[in-house]
């Protein structure tokens, strides 16, 4: 099993940055995969993006490329992903996952464990 605990979320004005960090607890954290998604009220569950075992590989989905990068310290079992220019459309609950392989990318079915999310708010 993986603990995951997501923070630095919070109310930040249009054009701001946020970096948020996802703590892992239990088994080992380097061996999997990490993704990154956001959920806005109503909506699905959506892909932000993901990082393979090693930070070798990264992805980004497209609403995002350009604004956002995930990168990961395996010693301190912590992922992180760090938004800028960010807009109101950005708005949503984060949540951090893991997956029990090293490489992951964007459905939600490749990740076996949640964190509880961290909220980002983007005002206009």
């Known amino acids: 099993q993986v603990q995951l605990v997501e923070s630095g979320g919070g109310l930040v004005q249009a054009g701001g940055s946020l970096r948020l960090s996802c703590v892992a607890s239990g088994r080992t954290f380097s061996r999997n995969a990490v993704g990154w998604f956001r959920q806005a009220p109503g909506k699905e569950r959506e892909f932000v993006g993901s990082i393979s075992w090693n930070g070798g590989d990264t992805y980004y989905a497209d609403s995002v490329e350009g604004r956002v990068t995930i990168s990961r310290d395996n010693a301190q079992k912590t992922a992180r992903l760090e938004m800028n220019n960010l807009q109101p459309e950005d708005t949503a609950v984060y949540y951090c996952?893991?997956?029990?392989?090293?490489?992951?990318?964007?459905?939600?079915?490749?990740?076996?464990?949640w964190g509880q999310g961290t909220q980002v708010t983007v005002s206009s």
């Open positions: 996952a893991a997956a029990e392989f090293g490489f992951a990318f964007n459905r939600t079915t490749e990740y076996d464990w």
